[in-house]
Nanobody, 120 residues
Framework: QVQLVESGGGLVQPGGSLRLSCAAS????????MGWYRQVPGKQRELVAE???????TYADSVKGRFTISRDNAKNTVYLQMNSLKPEDTTVYFC??????????????WGQGTQVTVSS
């Protein structure tokens, strides 16, 4: 069972930056699509950014130009660099490992979530 552990959340002022980290317990980046999601209470969890095994990245329109997803294969860690943060970015962020192509266990995995609060 793959475990994902997020860190890096916290309180930041509008316009500030945070970097989230997601450490995987196994080396899975070559077969799993890694993503960051967020969920506002009462709404569905939404994709923020993802990176495929080939390095292709996708971003939600709301974060394009402000957030960057990257990974360090040697550290089994995925990052989400968040710049120019806005109050509407406030919510819990989740790391996800998706077995999109069926090359892994067949299961998808989620981290426990990390809170990001953007407020003055």
């Amino acid at each position: 069972q793959v475990q994902l552990v997020e860190s890096g959340g916290g309180l930041v002022q509008p316009g500030g930056s945070l970097r989230l980290s997601c450490a995987a317990s196994e080396s899975i980046f070559s077969i799993y699509v890694m993503g960051w999601y967020r969920q506002v209470p009462g709404k569905q969890r939404e994709l923020v950014a993802e990176i495929t095994s080939g390095g292709k990245t996708t971003y939600a329109d709301s974060v394009k130009g402000r957030f960057t997803i990257s990974r360090d294969n040697a550290k089994n860690t995925v990052y989400l660099q968040m710049n120019s943060l806005k109050p509407e970015d406030t919510t819990v962020y989740f790391c996800n490992a998706e077995d999109r192509y069926g090359l892994g266990s067949g299961d998808d995995y989620w981290g426990q979530g990390t809170q990001v609060t953007v407020s003055s």
